[in-house]
Structure formats: C-alpha cells, structure tokens
C-alpha cells in the first residue's frame, strides 16, 4: 500500500511542476503584452471606458 508520505511526495512535485508551467506562461504574456503583440484576454476591442 502506498504510504502518505509517498502521495504526499507526489502531490508536491505535480503542485510545482504546475507553478513552473504557470510562471512560464505569464513571463510569455508578459512580454507579449509588453511588446504590443498579445491580442488575447478581456481588454481585447475596448474602445472607452464607458460601461454602456
């Protein structure tokens, strides 16, 4: 049987290996936007501040 340790363990290393994919991911979308070429996400058409 598996001990807690070891699901624990394991759990560990799939929670970091996740932080490193999203820290790559926003330094990519980072300096997308910093570029002026990232034409994704909710700002994306906004001609105003206007709420109507």
């Known amino acids: ?3 807690t340790l070891t699901i624990g363990a394991i759990l560990t290393l799939l929670a970091w290996v996740w932080l490193q994919v999203a820290v790559i991911h926003g330094k ?3 300096d997308k936007i910093a570029e002026g070429e990232y034409n994704k996400g909710p700002l ?3 001609d105003g501040g206007d709420s109507s």
């Open 44 to 46: 994306q058409g906004r």
């Open 28 to 30: 990519y979308v980072v």
């Open 1 to 3: 049987m598996v001990s």
